[in-house]
């Protein structure tokens, strides 16, 4: 996979306990931005967006 660009998510709350997410064309990886070599969860864009919709 190319390297890719994390960003923090629109859903963390600012208050250190945050999430950061990266995007390739067929999925959505998101990581713990405190044990960033602790694991990646990974969802396929039409998961992640309906993940979005729940929690909205």
Not at 33 to 54: C, H, N, V, Y
């Amino acid at each position: 996979m190319d390297e890719l660009t994390w960003r923090t998510s629109s859903y963390s709350g600012g208050n250190g306990d945050c999430v950061e997410v990266a995007s390739s064309p067929t999925e959505v990886l998101v990581r713990d931005t405190k044990d960033r070599p602790g694991g990646t969860l990974t969802f396929t864009s039409e998961q992640w967006r309906a993940l979005g919709r729940k929690l909205a």
